[in-house]
């Protein structure tokens, strides 16, 4: 099976000297032949620069010393390209320095010519430290008042932690230009420099970067990490490993080994570069940081470190999928999309919350590694820059308020019980500091029950995140929901009402799958929160094993062979509200035909549904005209983004009582007094064809509520009157008449 992102990238450095500026050192591309998963924890811990895993085989580029490793472990290997700087030189631009990319000089006079064109919204170039050989790491800023501190939302752009990620300065200097030659024409980029803070670094690695200058001028260098001495002739440190948030949690994210390519350094922060970029974090308040890398096509958020999801998870997702949406980049945590990394920058920035604040920080991997690797045809520097202006612009957009990208929290609703007259008070709670209400549907439903659905109508029932309804396959009638079968997708079908769990509720539905097995996998996941964390259950058709460090936990994998039920019990959640929701996740592979769900228990329908208000803004509403029986009432909030909560549990309202007349029953004369002359009407009405009893012919004369008009009633109303009898139309019920 040919995995897309399958390339297995290791950078070696020097044959003879790391720290000699002679001949340009050779990288190498291999072909590395995997069997089990034993080999691919083999090539990790050689501490190799890996830019994907696939099934079957892993690429690298290596260099002697690295190629003696590789053989010591007995692996195969095919080389493919023998050498990458040639490789790289031959797709660029000979006439110019660096083959068409910036020296660092030209970047540095790059910011100096931003700011002298637009010293109104930039700041002076100014250093947060020093490198290890002493050359200055600089930063500026982009605002309206740019050489105020104000209080507005701030956002962090840097580049080149690896130095042959040429095209990462590239990226930022375009946006830069875009946001000031824009300034004061385009709104949105009006909007936001007057309203963040926008702080730009263009070269975090400013050695290795003119180190690469130094060893390969035409362009193609590929030398990594800093140019820190080792002491075993080897040099530098991976700057994106030397983090402390979970530095050397093990040595596959990270190397100990100094020769490696993620060498991670003989401390945390041990590198000078890394303190400073440290402090200059430490002394801000950013909401949100864009960390470029190449070249991948990926979108990588927390955590890094190991096979788990962060706290904010759904946060994360939902701007990986906006991403995706402008750039058809991949998102996920590094270790599902890609290869473990500790020491990392994206898990210190989330993951550290006592030296700052919490900071939503994301990699991401710029250009395709087949057809742009890490030095782009210079015909592809234009596209690639211009590619990520609108996600840029998009993580300045969301700085002040994050938390929208999550539709809000769906609201509690209060239980009402038995109701005796035509209206009630409705109640509920909504709950939600980072995403409130700004108003909230009400609806009214009759015959609510728990079914079997079939998908034989794609209703509100299902909210759909990348699955679909699908008529190519199903278990009954003609319908089933379809998860997609691209590479790296993370497809969710989610139900859109809270069900109240019961003692031996069993979710169950028919399945049809062929998920690329220990590769791929799907997931019944349930939250009793109303969306805001999400788990795995176990079921029927569900496994622990996780031969390649893809299960999530409980995942679905392999073939069904045909359609089966599948049974997921919810015994731990019995009293609780939940949603549940069904998730396929895939590699960077090529897949299979992928997951298929038909007929599931219980989803929750209804017979007849009328939205009552979608305007009203307290937690309370007045419900009126409501027929005897039993309703059935839930509520869904709505925020500022136009997005909606998933619904609230529902509650039944059973409504019994008679409804009451507009007019006096007995006032048979429509007088507005119950008295003999009304007797008399209703006699000479009876017996002597006189005049009907008004407004109603029947229920303004039907005394004793039989729902007639006779002798009987003239009777009643005459000992109502003398004899302190019942009060007449006490009983009646005026929906009868």
Not at 223 to 238: A, L
């Given at each position: 099976m040919l995995?897309?992102?399958s390339?297995f990238v290791v950078?070696?450095?020097?044959?003879?000297c790391?720290g000699s500026?002679?001949?340009?050192p050779?990288?190498s591309?291999?072909?590395?032949?995997?069997?089990?998963?034993l080999?691919y924890q083999?090539?990790?811990?050689?501490g190799?620069?890996?830019?994907g895993l696939g099934e079957g085989?892993a690429?690298?580029i290596?260099?002697?010393?690295d190629?003696?490793?590789?053989?010591?472990?007995?692996?195969?290997?095919?080389?493919?390209?023998?050498d990458?700087?040639?490789?790289?030189r031959s797709?660029?631009d000979?006439?110019r320095?660096?083959?068409g990319y910036?020296?660092?000089?030209?970047?540095d006079?790059v910011?100096?010519?931003?700011y002298?064109?637009?010293?109104?919204i930039v700041?002076?170039?100014?250093?947060?430290?020093?490198?290890?050989e002493?050359?200055?790491?600089?930063?500026i800023k982009?605002?309206?008042?740019?050489?105020?501190?104000?209080?507005?939302?701030?956002?962090?752009?840097?580049?080149v932690h690896?130095?042959?990620?040429?095209?990462?300065p590239?990226?930022l200097?375009y946006?830069?230009?875009?946001?000031t030659?824009?300034?004061?024409?385009?709104p949105?980029?009006?909007?936001?420099v007057?309203?963040?803070?926008?702080?730009?670094?263009?070269?975090l690695?400013?050695d290795?970067?003119?180190?690469?200058?130094?060893?390969a001028?035409?362009?193609?260098?590929?030398?990594r990490?800093?140019?820190r001495?080792?002491?075993?002739d080897?040099y530098g440190?991976d700057l994106n490993?030397?983090?402390?948030?979970?530095w050397?949690?093990?040595?596959?994210?990270s190397?100990?080994?100094?020769?490696?390519?993620?060498?991670?350094?003989?401390?945390p922060f041990?590198?000078p570069?890394?303190?400073?970029?440290r402090d200059?974090?430490?002394?801000?308040h950013?909401k949100?940081?864009?960390?470029?890398?190449?070249?991948?096509?990926?979108?990588?958020?927390?955590?890094?470190?190991?096979?788990?999801?962060?706290?904010d998870?759904?946060?994360?997702a939902r701007?990986?999928?906006?991403v995706?949406a402008?750039t058809?980049?991949?998102?996920?945590?590094?270790?599902?999309?890609?290869?473990?990394?500790n020491?990392?920058?994206?898990?210190?920035?989330?993951g550290?919350q006592t030296?700052?604040?919490k900071?939503?920080?994301?990699n991401?991997?710029?250009?395709?590694y087949y057809?742009?690797?890490?030095?782009p045809?210079?015909?592809?520097?234009?596209?690639l820059?211009?590619?990520h202006?609108?996600?840029?612009?998009?993580?300045?957009s969301?700085a002040?308020?994050?938390?929208?990208?999550?539709?809000?929290?769906?609201?509690?609703?209060?239980?009402?019980?038995?109701v005796?007259?035509a209206?009630?008070?409705?109640?509920?709670h909504?709950?939600?500091?980072?995403?409130?209400a700004q108003s909230?549907?009400?609806?009214q439903?009759?015959?609510v029950?728990r079914?079997?659905?079939s998908?034989e109508?794609?209703?509100?029932?299902?909210?759909?995140?990348?699955?679909?309804?699908?008529?190519?396959?199903?278990?009954?009638?003609?319908?089933?929901?379809?998860?997609g079968?691209r590479?790296?997708i993370?497809?969710?079908l989610?139900?859109?009402?809270a069900?109240r769990v019961?003692?031996?509720?069993?979710?169950q539905?028919?399945?049809s799958?062929?998920?690329?097995s220990?590769?791929?996998y799907?997931y019944?996941?349930?939250?009793?929160?109303?969306?805001?964390?999400w788990?795995?259950i176990?079921?029927?058709?569900t496994t622990?094993?996780?031969?390649?460090?893809q299960n999530?936990?409980?995942?679905i994998?392999?073939?069904?062979?045909?359609?089966?039920?599948a049974?997921?019990?919810l015994?731990?959640?019995v009293?609780?509200?939940?949603?549940?929701?069904?998730?396929y996740?895939?590699?960077?592979?090529?897949n299979?035909?992928?997951?298929?769900?038909?007929?599931?228990?219980?989803?929750?329908?209804?017979?007849?549904?009328v939205?009552l208000?979608?305007t009203?803004?307290?937690?309370?509403?007045?419900?009126?005209?409501?027929e005897?029986?039993?309703?059935?009432?839930?509520?869904?909030?709505?925020?500022?983004?136009?997005q909606f909560?998933?619904?609230?549990?529902?509650i039944?309202?059973?409504v019994?009582y008679?409804?009451?007349?507009p007019?006096?029953?007995?006032?048979?004369?429509?007088d507005?007094?119950?008295?003999?002359s009304d007797?008399?009407?209703l006699?000479?009405?009876?017996?002597?064809s006189?005049p009907?009893?008004?407004?109603?012919?029947?229920?303004?004369?039907?005394?004793?509520c039989?729902?007639?008009?006779?002798?009987?009633d003239?009777?009643?109303?005459?000992s109502?009157?003398f004899?302190?009898g019942?009060?007449?139309?006490?009983?009646?019920?005026?929906k009868?008449?």
């Amino acid at each position: 099976m040919l995995h897309r992102y399958s390339v297995f990238v290791v950078a070696v450095i020097m044959v003879f000297c790391f720290g000699s500026v002679g001949a340009t050192p050779k990288y190498s591309t291999v072909r590395i032949t995997v069997d089990k998963t034993l080999d691919y924890q083999v090539i990790q811990s050689l501490g190799l620069d890996i830019v994907g895993l696939g099934e079957g085989y892993a690429e690298a580029i290596l260099a002697p010393g690295d190629l003696e490793r590789l053989q010591s472990t007995g692996l195969k290997y095919t080389i493919t390209i023998d050498d990458m700087t040639a490789f790289y030189r031959s797709r660029l631009d000979p006439s110019r320095a660096m083959g068409g990319y910036r020296t660092l000089s030209e970047i540095d006079l790059v910011l100096d010519s931003i700011y002298n064109a637009h010293p109104e919204i930039v700041t002076a170039k100014w250093s947060i430290g020093n490198s290890i050989e002493g050359r200055p790491i600089w930063v500026i800023k982009i605002s309206d008042n740019p050489n105020i501190d104000e209080d507005e939302s701030e956002v962090y752009y840097y580049a080149v932690h690896h130095a042959r990620e040429v095209i990462t300065p590239e990226v930022l200097i375009y946006f830069m230009r875009y946001l000031t030659d824009n300034y004061g024409t385009d709104p949105q980029v009006t909007y936001l420099v007057d309203n963040r803070e926008l702080f730009f670094s263009t070269c975090l690695n400013p050695d290795g970067y003119y180190f690469n200058e130094q060893i390969a001028s035409g362009g193609g260098g590929m030398w990594r990490k800093n140019r820190r001495e080792n002491g075993d002739d080897s040099y530098g440190v991976d700057l994106n490993r030397n983090y402390d948030y979970a530095w050397g949690y093990d040595d596959f994210g990270s190397s100990p080994i100094p020769l490696a390519e993620t060498y991670r350094g003989a401390a945390p922060f041990s590198e000078p570069e890394i303190q400073a970029h440290r402090d200059f974090i430490n002394s801000r308040h950013f909401k949100v940081i864009a960390n470029y890398h190449s070249a991948m096509n990926l979108f990588l958020y927390p955590w890094g470190y190991d096979e788990i999801t962060c706290p904010d998870e759904d946060i994360f997702a939902r701007m990986g999928d906006s991403v995706h949406a402008m750039t058809d980049y991949m998102p996920g945590p590094p270790w599902r999309v890609l290869y473990a990394v500790n020491g990392g920058s994206t898990d210190w920035e989330y993951g550290e919350q006592t030296t700052k604040e919490k900071i939503f920080a994301a990699n991401i991997e710029v250009g395709n590694y087949y057809a742009d690797g890490f030095w782009p045809p210079v015909s592809r520097i234009t596209p690639l820059v211009q590619l990520h202006v609108q996600p840029n612009l998009f993580y300045a957009s969301i700085a002040d308020s994050i938390e929208l990208l999550l539709a809000p929290a769906p609201p509690s609703i209060y239980a009402i019980g038995d109701v005796d007259t035509a209206y009630f008070q409705l109640y509920w709670h909504h709950s939600d500091q980072y995403n409130p209400a700004q108003s909230f549907e009400v609806w009214q439903m009759q015959d609510v029950a728990r079914i079997t659905d079939s998908l034989e109508r794609q209703g509100p029932i299902w909210v759909e995140e990348g699955f679909t309804f699908a008529t190519n396959s199903s278990h009954s009638t003609t319908h089933s929901y379809f998860s997609g079968n691209r590479s790296n997708i993370d497809t969710r079908l989610t139900t859109g009402q809270a069900l109240r769990v019961g003692d031996g509720d069993t979710l169950q539905f028919w399945t049809s799958y062929i998920i690329s097995s220990g590769w791929d996998y799907g997931y019944v996941e349930i939250s009793i929160d109303g969306g805001s964390s999400w788990g795995s259950i176990p079921g029927s058709i569900t496994t622990q094993d996780d031969p390649n460090g893809q299960n999530l936990g409980h995942g679905i994998t392999g073939s069904s062979s045909g359609w089966k039920l599948a049974k997921f019990p919810l015994t731990q959640s019995v009293g609780q509200d939940i949603l549940y929701r069904f998730r396929y996740v895939t590699d960077g592979s090529e897949n299979n035909a992928g997951w298929y769900i038909d007929d599931i228990y219980p989803a929750v329908l209804c017979t007849t549904s009328v939205m009552l208000t979608d305007t009203v803004t307290d937690s309370t509403f007045f419900v009126t005209d409501i027929e005897p029986g039993d309703n059935y009432y839930r509520v869904r909030a709505k925020d500022t983004e136009n997005q909606f909560s998933s619904f609230s549990p529902i509650i039944m309202a059973r409504v019994s009582y008679n409804e009451q007349c507009p007019w006096q029953v007995a006032d048979a004369n429509n007088d507005g007094i119950t008295d003999i002359s009304d007797a008399v009407n209703l006699i000479g009405y009876i017996f002597s064809s006189g005049p009907a009893p008004i407004p109603n012919a029947v229920g303004s004369g039907d005394a004793d509520c039989s729902g007639a008009v006779d002798i009987s009633d003239a009777v009643y109303l005459i000992s109502y009157i003398f004899s302190g009898g019942g009060v007449p139309g006490a009983t009646c019920d005026c929906k009868n008449y």
